[in-house]
């Protein structure tokens, strides 16, 4: 019911900037929220941030916190996620979810995302 396409990601050199975009195909993400997880290799998959639509509330992993910083544009059922100052640990696959959010839900963990992007690939060489 929600398709997900990520873009954006890339090889950037640590201290760098890159800006991920998250776009969902429903007609509109109220009640939902868009959130950025991230996989490296042997890793878990790992929560980065996420936004309400209905209200743009924001939330960060503490490991992104002033670096990242996550918004959405209503009218393009798109999410950004612009990252700044990145260091070689950001590394990663990174995935856009939709969680549908009418109920209270544990915005952090992958398991209340009911959509999934393809994932797109970061990379920060050192």
């Known amino acids: 019911q929600v398709q997900l396409v990520e873009s954006g990601g890339g090889l950037v050199q640590a201290g760098g900037s890159l800006r991920l975009s998250c776009t969902a195909s429903?007609?509109?993400?109220?009640?939902?929220?868009l959130g950025w997880f991230r996989q490296a290799p042997g890793k878990e998959r790992q929560f980065v941030a996420a936004?309400?639509?209905?209200?743009?509330?924001?939330y960060y992993a503490d490991s992104v916190e002033g670096r990242f910083t996550i918004s959405r544009d209503s009218a393009k059922n798109t999410a950004y996620l612009q990252m700044n100052s990145l260091e070689p640990e950001d590394t990663a696959v990174y995935y856009c979810?939709?969680?549908?959010?009418?109920?209270?839900?544990?915005?952090?963990?992958?398991?209340?995302?009911?959509?999934w992007g393809q994932g797109t690939q970061v990379t920060v060489s050192s």
């Open positions: 936004i309400t639509w209905n209200f743009g509330n924001r």
């Open positions: 979810g939709a969680a549908w959010t009418a109920t209270q839900v544990q915005i952090e963990s992958q398991y209340e995302y009911q959509y």
């Open positions: 429903a007609r509109t993400l109220s009640n939902y929220a």
